[in-house]
């Protein structure tokens, strides 16, 4: 009964906080109610089971993500309020409706199956966080890894783009422009 | 406590792992090289690069085909290698490039070959699985790299297309991340294998179709984004633009092989079930490519824009390929890209050596038509080569394309679907027109403008490298025997 | 020498590539030397073919795609042997009366690379090889038309490049699809002309198959309405781009009706007979009416290549050997026909700049020798009896009577209509008083025109007086051919139409 | 009682919602929040589907979505400071030399 | 006998050849010297062939060499002698001769006099493989080849300019050259039509092949073969309505005219009918349609000549006229008078051109017969000559045209056909009236050519001299009758009168004779004393309608030249460029113009581009949603 009353408000809350995201013209508002959302979301892991998908959600979203979001609205003094043109395009809300109604018809399906067998099923006994880290140290260790080039990646490039060296650039320089550059450091 | 799990080094079969182990480690060398000592020149990351390449090569070679690896994760079949080796090869191509006689900023990063090489790793980690997991974080570390090596270029017209590309990438990935979440709601698993028995056995119930037709579309469009199917293409152009020549060719052959391999497996498996209803998609997504491509290519004043146009074109032709879900069009697919690598390549990379600083012909357009008129009278060494690679992408025999072209319309015409053959060969025709343009204002049209800047860029690795695209052009026939059962071998090995 | 067409195909290649090497003054003297050697080898494979030997001559067979069944395989018969010394030998007088400065050393290399390719199509025996050629022979071609052209010239190469590599393109899938037939029944891929040869086809696919090879075909002929690329090439080429256009490329068109459409599908060309039949009496009439109306002296010979072809296209779909073996011998003869006369028109163009009837008249007082030899061409073209115009002519409306009487009829017409536009051609140029002062000085043909020239003019009174020697292997083959189809016709119906000479009966 | 579908369609809307943003935010900043909205609808799916399976894939596939989208973040703002810097505004509606 | 045949053959092409090497020279005398001995040496090889062939009987039957050979069809260079042949080759070269000598003082001022003879004997040669060719092929080389050296030659003075037909009717000689050729070539067709139905049943072109299968073929085919090949001989021989070439053909040197134009290759369509008897016979229907067009064109073509002032032209009528006789002959089945009509023909006719040629030498190349008069004074051989040419023809006896054309009067008499025979009476008187009117008011009456300074003398001696054998001829002719009848009738049928025209024979003689006399009378009582034009008349209608040619040139130049002009153009500018060119453009353009909307969606505005990924995935979404409804 709880877990209906929780999944009722936490749905409502986390489309309504979502709607304000994609809607709102304040980028604060936005920001605020995307990380609200998301931590909606995570209640939402909660009672699915996911408690650790819910910790990551929020460390990483609600911490990490939005915090970066924070910084980069400060950096691009956005915080006060966005004039955006043109963007009351009926077709959007056309699509993004045809999108809701189909998704609907597709998910309102007897989409379950039957007579699954769980691949992957959490070990006897184990907490959640448990079971999550044995199967993602053996059978998905090599996407872990990956992921971890992947955020190398990331860095690499925040870096190498945010970084110093961009703010001139050699592609359009001329050679003796370059060589002078070089001169002066 | 848990009882501790035991995996026998065996058992996960490490050596599947090892060419993407090559490509990364190598990046990470690369990396450290920089830390320890800055300030060295390019020439050192690129051939050290090269022969990281070179091993990594040389590891995908000594694979056998049909390996799993890792849990099951890695899928070593012979798309994986054959796709792995093209990917490299084509890296190889490309990335001498870099040696120009002008400074270019991105070639003053040696984080742009660490990169470089991540990217690497990246695809060849989606081509070797068939786990939808690591298939999507292979994607999105090639493509955050990518991202990354095209803003480098450093201009705006750069970041325009960094940033055009990556957010419609991340829309992709929504896409994609949403297909996988419905086809994981309706089998419960996220490998293809399973997903096959599993979705066989549903296939039956009516209520579900929508389901496994929506997964199927949602993935669709992620991959009709990476693979730049019409109307998922309108980044591909301006990206092309933006970015530096050589990337942009990389970009029209590497990413997409990669995506081809996955849709292949993607699709294929749908199609093998029997939802004609992806192979009807796809067909008439990649007719609308060709033939919407071609036309737009038409009209272009821009080469780049134009062989930006034309790639797409292409990728609507290969598609095509994967809808017949037959094993020689699976062949064809590699056997199109494998020709078409060298040619594309090359006509690039000409683009690449005549490249400006300045827009010296055209306030927009680093290389528009009139740049190149009466070519033959400047450099006709240079309109000769450029001539050819045209003649080969529009499939003049006995260039390399033309072979590709045949098989693959052998291919649709061996699946009964000769309607198509006929389409692509109409389409051929439309896309001879605009290559027959720059023929055309190389050959017959009198020099514009100052005649001795246009091979302004060019080095000695940049002519040895169209070299090499130029024989293997020319010469394709010779080796179009040992290419075609090759990778006729390796793909119907592997049972697609 | 079994391997004298490979080396027929690939000496001129070979040499356009050195050509790169030559000096620009001294191009001209390559080419033409180049070009002479290439004619002499032609002979060489003239006398040393078998003329009573009907089937493939000099074979080569090297496979190059075993999996996809391509090979290299060329071979000829009496049906190309003839068209490949003419292909030589009229690059060989083309380049010699070239009278062309400008980049003379690119036109060479053109040349000779466009050589190979014509000479490759017509020694063909594997489809890819075949196809492989025909489209290599646009790109050479494309660059003449288009450097050395007129003011239109870009419009006409590209039309002329992009119409017959559309036609064409739909003919790869008809080869293909070919091979697919021919795979799905032997179960191993070819691509080689005789294996296909084999195949017997239900009628629906002969149809579609046949549809598809007469697109590619019909272009190049080129038949009506697929013409209209011809008048702009015609018109905007130099003079050795339209000699070479009108005497070797046109004929790809028909002899891949006889190479392809006939002996692969018997009875789908008897049962397209007729369109064609009626398409071919357009052309003969319309395009006869239309060179009739032009102004441009090229202009009439380009329209009355497109004329002549038609009588070819019926002589190939007479189903008698009269019929065939006469379309191949009005090849020859139109190639070197409609050959001088471009070359004839080139003359006056290099003196006077211009081709208009209109800036001439009264040549034949001031340019006699340049008269007689036109005049000469002139009745070659309308087909008098004696010159190696008229044995063609002849015999495919004598085999054409066969099938249509009508169809001969309005056909025949063309010895009306040809002599009207030629006459009237002839008359307002040659005829009356030099009315324009600048025509007054106009020098008479050179030597080097006359080189050019006058072994045409002996051609052609020596095939029109005696045909023989290239009639005879011509109807060896063509014998073979229609023995050949005849046997392999499904129906009664079909095998009726397609009439074998007396004596092939005989021999059953 | 709440069954998988009852998580599917929220994760459906939620994802619309996110489609609705992408479509027609401007300022490319808010645009990526709406991508991170599209991210979370299909995590809540396999959320779901991993708790009604009784199998840990979904929680896998979730897990390695979080990191994409926090990988994809630092390059975005990585992107956008590059472009802000040469720019001055994040107005996508200014992003258009490239055309045609 | 073998070498006659081909001296006879080939000295005319040596001829052609020899003189055609100094074509681009000036003027030598030994050009004409030689080309005529060669010629003469023609003639003297076919009179001793014919000599041989009525000795022995038989035809000789060489075969040069192999010509075409394609599929069933094989066609040797053949050639026949045989008593047809050979009668036509003595006539052919005996005129040709004559005409060559006649050159070398006709031509004397020509600077293309090499030229002239190289035309002239290339003309005989093809005449000659015309008459002796063994096969219908072989007739058709030398059919075309008379028919382009005809070209060749009317042409002759090329560069004379267009006139307005209303200055001069023929326009210019390159015009009717080119008329001559095409009109000829319209009828070529139709005979190429003829051959191809025999070849097709019969399987040979061989004369004697063929004419021994004629019993077995269809009657509907034999029809057929027939009427195409007549439609060959109506060209050739300028039958109605193929007629107008031949007064145009008049532009070209008066030689070419006695030669080819009246002598030779004109009555190459009476020889096909003669040579191809055997067909003919066989259908009746065809060879009475022959006889009738032939009356018809000879009362139509004597019309014409009644009113003409035209020297030549009048001469030309009567040719045409004179031809029709001898259809007529053919198609009533008498093909041995057709053909001994056809060779007095040539000797009368040859002669009058000649004659005629003389007077325009004299006159410089004045025509108009109104501006003569009073000739005989410095013409006095020519009078002899044109006057025994005129009578020969007016049919006056003993001359040669008095038994030829009596014969062929008689001829339609005796079929019953009184029709034709009141016609060909009638057209008797109108000839003699014409052909007097023409030598009255040239050589008699008042000196009219003193007005425009002409001083005329007589030709040449050595001219005059080598016309005596067409003289002579055209006196005795008439008395071989017999013994060519009984020569000639070895191959062909023979033809006799039936008993009952037999006895009223002097009757129809005299009917004939007192026409013919009627004319000659008239003629001079209008213009024996010189020329009295009546303005009355010709303002007349029926006057103004001959003068005119019944308006059949110009219903051509109406009805066929502008019309196909204009059509030519109209399928040029209209349907070529218009129609076919410009939908290969339009689907050109239509991709174009596609390419070029559609790049519209390209905007460089990334919103649009993901509206665009949206829209294709909601697309493709409902698509699939569609798609399971469908079923």
Not at chain 3, 93 to 115: A, P, R, Y
Not at chain 3, 183 to 190: D, H, P, R
Not at chain 5, 607 to 631: D, E, F, H, K
Request: proline fraction near 3%.
């Amino acid at each position: 009964m709880y877990e209906q009353i929780a999944f009722y408000l936490f749905s409502v809350l986390t489309v309504g906080l979502f709607l304000v995201t994609v809607l709102s013209s304040n980028i604060l508002y936005a920001m605020t109610s995307l990380a609200a959302g998301m931590v909606l979301i995570s209640g939402l892991f909660f009672l699915l089971g996911a408690d650790f998908l819910g910790v990551v959600q929020l460390i990483v979203y609600v911490g990490a993500v939005m915090a970066l979001y924070a910084f980069a609205m400060m950096f691009f003094d956005a915080s006060k309020e966005i004039k955006e043109k043109n963007t009351s395009s009926s077709l959007v809300f056309l699509l993004g409706g045809l999108m809701a109604v189909l998704l609907v018809l597709m998910f309102a399906a007897p989409i379950l199956g039957e007579n699954i067998q769980a691949s992957y099923p959490p070990e006897v006994g184990a907490t959640n966080p448990q079971a999550v880290g044995l199967v993602l140290f053996t059978k998905y260790l090599i996407p872990f890894e990956v992921a971890a080039v992947m955020l190398l990646v990331a860095m690499i490039a925040g870096i190498v783009l945010a970084g110093k060296k961009m703010d001139e650039s050699l592609t359009t320089m001329d050679d003796e422009e370059v060589t002078l550059q070089k001169d002066k450091k | 406590m848990l009882e501790p799990i035991s995996v026998s080094l065996a058992s996960l079969n490490l050596v599947t792992l090892a060419p993407m182990l090559v490509a990364v480690a190598g990046g990470l060398i690369l990396l450290i090289i920089d830390l320890i000592k800055g300030d060295l020149h390019k020439s050192l990351y690129v051939m050290l690069t090269i022969l990281i390449l070179f091993v990594d090569f040389g590891s995908v070679m000594g694979l056998n085909v049909n390996e799993r690896g890792f849990f099951d994760v890695m899928l070593i079949d012979g798309i994986a290698i054959i796709s792995q080796l093209l990917i490299l090869a084509a890296s190889m191509l490309f990335i001498p490039l870099a040696l120009t006689s002008k400074r270019f900023h991105e070639y003053s990063y040696p984080e742009f070959f660490a990169l470089f090489l991540f990217m690497i790793a990246g695809f060849q980690f989606m081509v070797a699985s068939d786990n939808l997991i690591l298939i999507f974080v292979g994607i999105e570390t090639a493509s955050l790299s990518l991202y990354t090596l095209i803003a480098l270029h450093n201009r705006y017209n750069s970041y325009e297309a960094a940033v055009k590309y990556f957010t419609m990438g991340a829309l992709a990935a929504g896409f994609y991340a949403m297909g996988s979440a419905v086809i994981y709601a309706l089998t419960g698993s996220v490998e293809l294998y399973q997903i096959a028995e599993v979705l066989q056995s549903r296939i039956s119930e009516s209520s579900v179709m929508l389901a496994v037709l929506g997964g199927s579309v949602l993935l669709l469009g992620a991959f009709a984004f990476k693979l730049s199917l019409f109307p998922f293409h309108t980044w591909t152009p301006d990206v092309y633009e933006g970015a530096s020549a050589p990337l942009a060719g990389y970009m029209s052959i590497v990413p997409k092989v990669a995506a081809l391999v996955v849709a292949m497996r993607i699709f294929g498996l749908y199609i093998d079930l029997g939802v004609e209803w992806v192979r009807i998609a796809i067909l008439v997504l990649s007719v609308l490519t060709m033939t919407l491509a071609n036309m737009m290519a038409l009209v272009q004043d821009d080469v780049k824009r134009m062989l930006a146009y034309s790639s797409i074109s292409h990728v609507g032709f290969v598609m095509a390929a994967i809808a017949l879900d037959t094993t020689k069009g699976n062949t064809g697919v590699f056997l199109y890209y494998a020709l078409y690598m060298f040619t594309n390549l090359g006509a690039f990379a000409m683009l690449w050596i005549s490249r400006h600083k300045n827009r010296v012909f055209h306030k927009r357009f680093d290389h528009p038509y009139e740049k190149f008129s009466g070519l033959i009278k400047i450099m006709p060494m240079g309109a000769v080569v450029m001539a050819l690679f045209m003649l080969s992408l529009a499939g003049v025999p006995p260039f390399s394309v033309f072979w590709g072209k045949i098989y693959i319309m052998s291919a649709a015409v061996d699946a009964g679907y000769v309607w198509l053959a006929v389409v692509m060969g109409l389409n051929s025709a439309i896309a001879a027109y605009y290559y027959l343009k720059l023929v055309v204002y190389m050959f017959l049209k009198e020099p514009e403008g100052n005649d001795d800047t246009i091979y302004y860029n060019t080095s000695k690795p940049l002519m040895s490298m169209i070299g090499i695209a130029v024989v293997a052009t020319v010469g394709s026939v010779f080796f179009m025997q040992p290419l075609i059962s090759y990778i006729f071998y390796m793909v119907s090995a592997s049972g697609y | 020498m079994e391997n004298i067409l490979s080396v027929l195909i690939f000496f001129p290649a070979v040499a356009g590539l050195l050509g790169f090497v030559v000096d620009k003054n001294s191009a001209r003297v390559y080419g033409i030397s180049v070009a002479v050697v290439e004619f002499l080898l032609s002979l060489w494979l003239w006398m040393s073919f078998d003329g009573t030997n009907a089937g493939m001559q000099f074979v080569e067979i090297i496979p190059l795609v075993p999996d996809f069944g391509i090979s290299y395989y060329v071979g000829v018969d009496g049906i190309s042997l003839f068209i490949v010394v003419m292909a030589a030998l009229m690059t060989m007088l083309g380049m010699i009366s070239m009278n062309i400065e400008k980049d003379i050393k690119n036109m060479v290399i053109s040349l000779l690379f466009l050589e190979m390719t014509m000479i490759g199509v017509f020694v063909a025996l594997d489809a890819i090889v075949f196809y492989l050629f025909w489209e290599l022979s646009l790109v050479p071609m494309l660059y003449i038309i288009g450097a050395w052209g007129g003011p239109l010239r870009i419009y006409a190469s590209v039309k002329f490049f992009l119409y017959t590599f559309s036609g064409s393109l739909i003919m790869l899938v008809g080869m293909l699809f070919m091979a697919y037939l021919y795979q799905s029944i032997s179960g191993v891929w070819s691509f080689s002309i005789t294996d296909w040869y084999a195949l017997v086809l239900p009628m629906n696919y002969q149809i579609w198959l046949f549809l598809a090879f007469f697109i590619g075909f019909a272009v190049k002929v080129p038949m009506f309405p697929f013409h209209t690329w011809l008048p702009y090439a015609h018109g905007q080429a130099p003079t050795i781009g339209s000699v070479i256009l009108a005497a070797v490329l046109l004929k790809m068109g028909t002899y891949g009706f006889v190479r392809f459409s006939l002996p692969m599908f018997p009875d789908a060309s008897t049962q397209m007979i007729m369109p064609i039949a009626v398409l071919s009496i357009i052309m003969i009439i319309y395009t006869a009416m239309v060179a009739y109306a032009q102004k441009d002296i090229k202009q009439v010979i380009a329209y009355s290549s497109v004329s002549h072809m038609g009588v070819i296209m019926l002589g190939i779909f007479a189903m008698n050997a009269e019929g065939i073996g006469g379309s191949i011998f009005l090849m020859l003869s139109h190639g070197i026909v409609s050959g001088a006369l471009f070359m004839l028109v080139g003359v006056i163009y290099d003196r006077r700049h211009t081709k208009l009837m209109s800036e001439f008249g009264g040549l034949a007082s001031v340019m006699p020798k340049y008269a007689l030899i036109f005049g000469i061409m002139l009745m070659a073209s309308v087909g008098l009896p004696l010159t190696i115009g008229f044995v063609g002519e002849f015999l495919v409306l004598l085999g054409f009577y066969k099938v249509s009487v009508i169809g001969t009829i309005l056909a025949g017409t063309s010895v009306i209509v040809g002599a009207i536009y030629m006459l009237s051609l002839y008359k307002k140029s040659f005829f009356g008083p030099v009315t324009n002062e600048e025509n007054s000085k106009l020098a008479d043909l050179d030597a080097k025109e006359l080189v050019a020239l006058v072994p045409l003019v002996v051609i052609v009174i020596w095939l029109g007086v005696y045909p023989k020697p290239v009639l005879g292997p011509i109807d060896n083959s063509v014998k073979a051919l229609l023995g050949f189809m005849h046997e392999k016709a499904q129906t009664t119906e079909v095998k009726e139409i397609i009439t074998l000479s007396k004596n092939i009966k005989e021999a059953k | 009682m709440i069954g998988l579908n009852h998580y599917l369609i929220l994760s459906g809307l939620l994802f619309s919602i996110g489609l609705v943003g992408v479509l027609r935010r401007k300022n490319l900043l808010m645009l990526f929040f709406a991508t991170e909205v599209m991210l979370n609808a299909a995590n809540i799916a396999f959320a779901a589907a991993s708790h009604f399976y009784g199998d840990l894939t979904g929680q896998m596939f979730a897990f390695f979505i979080v990191a994409v989208a926090a990988s994809e973040v630092a390059v975005g703002l990585g992107l956008l400071i590059v472009l802000y810097k040469k720019q001055g505004t994040l107005d996508l509606d200014d992003l258009a030399t490239m055309k045609g | 006998m073998e070498k006659f045949v081909y001296i006879a053959l080939f000295a005319p092409l040596v001829s052609s050849l020899f003189a055609g090497l100094f074509g681009m020279t000036p003027k030598k005398m030994f050009v004409g010297v030689i080309a005529s001995l060669l010629l003469a040496s023609s003639f003297v090889a076919s009179a001793i062939l014919a000599y041989h062939v009525n000795l022995t009987g038989s035809g000789i039957h060489v075969t040069l060499m192999d010509w075409i050979g394609a599929g069933d069809l094989k066609i040797p260079f053949g050639f026949i002698v045989d008593q047809v042949s050979v009668s036509m080759m003595v006539v052919v070269t005996l005129v040709s001769t004559v005409v060559h000598i006649y050159s070398i003082g006709y031509m004397d001022h020509d600077k293309s006099f090499n030229r002239f003879f190289s035309y002239l004997s290339a003309f005989v040669f093809s005449m000659l493989v015309l008459v002796m060719s063994d096969n219908f092929a072989g007739l058709f080389i030398g059919w075309e080849g008379v028919g382009v050296c005809s070209w060749l030659l009317i042409g002759f003075w090329y560069h004379k300019p267009d006139v307005s037909p209303e200055i001069n009717p023929s326009i210019s000689p390159s015009w009717a050259a080119n008329e001559a050729f095409i009109v000829n070539r319209i009828a070529d067709l139709g005979m190429l039509i003829g051959i191809f139905i025999l070849y097709w049943n019969v399987g040979s072109l061989q004369y004697d092949v063929v004419f021994a299968e004629l019993p077995n073929l269809a009657n509907g085919v034999l029809v057929a073969a027939a009427i195409a090949l007549f439609i060959g001989a109506m060209g050739k021989s300028a039958q109605f309505p193929l007629h107008t070439w031949l007064t145009d053909a008049m532009e070209g040197p008066t030689p070419v005219s006695a030669l080819i134009h009246a002598a030779t290759m004109v009555t190459a369509g009476v020889f096909l009918v003669i040579r191809a008897h055997p067909l003919f016979m066989m259908t009746p229907e065809v060879s009475y349609f022959i006889a009738s067009l032939g009356t018809f064109v000879a009362i139509f073509a004597a019309s014409m000549a009644l009113v003409n002032r035209d020297l030549k032209r009048i001469i030309a009528y009567s040719t045409l006229s004179q031809l029709g006789y001898m259809f007529a002959a053919a198609g009533l089945g008498a093909y041995w008078i057709a053909l001994f009509h056809l060779a007095a023909h040539a000797f009368f006719k040859a002669l009058l051109f000649l004659g005629a040629g003389n007077v325009m030498h004299a006159m410089h190349d004045e025509l108009d017969i109104f501006k003569m008069g009073g000739l005989k004074k410095a013409m006095r051989w020519t009078y002899i000559y044109m006057g025994v040419a005129s009578l020969a023809l007016a049919g006056i006896p003993p001359l040669a045209g008095f038994f030829s054309k009596d014969a062929i009067i008689e001829t339609a008499f005796n079929e019953g056909t009184f029709i034709l025979w009141a016609i060909l009476v009638v057209t008797a008187g109108m000839t003699a009236f014409y052909s007097f009117r023409q030598v009255f008011l040239t050589f008699e009456g008042d000196e009219r050519y003193k007005e425009f300074g002409i001083h005329p003398h007589e030709m040449y001696k050595f001219v005059l001299i080598a016309l005596a054998p067409l003289g002579i001829l055209a006196v005795i002719a008439g008395f071989f009758q017999k013994t060519f009848q009984g020569f000639v009738t070895d191959l062909l049928p023979n033809y006799e009168m039936s008993e009952h025209t037999h006895h009223l024979a002097m009757i129809l003689g005299a009917v004939v004779l007192v026409f013919a006399v009627g004319g000659i009378a008239l003629a001079w009582i209008k213009y024996g004393k010189g020329l009295k034009r009546n303005e009355k008349v010709e303002n007349g209608f029926f006057y103004k309608l001959l003068k005119n040619q019944y308006y059949i040139p110009q219903f051509y130049a109406e009805f066929i030249s502008k019309p196909y002009a204009m059509i030519s153009e109209i399928f040029w500018k209209s349907v070529d460029m218009k129609i076919v060119d410009a939908t290969v453009d339009a689907i050109a353009k239509t991709i174009h113009t596609t390419g070029d909307s559609t790049r519209k969606m390209q905007t460089g505005n990334l919103s649009n581009y993901l509206n665009w990924m949206g829209v294709g995935v909601v697309i493709l979404l409902i698509a699939a949603a569609i798609t399971p409804m469908l079923g």
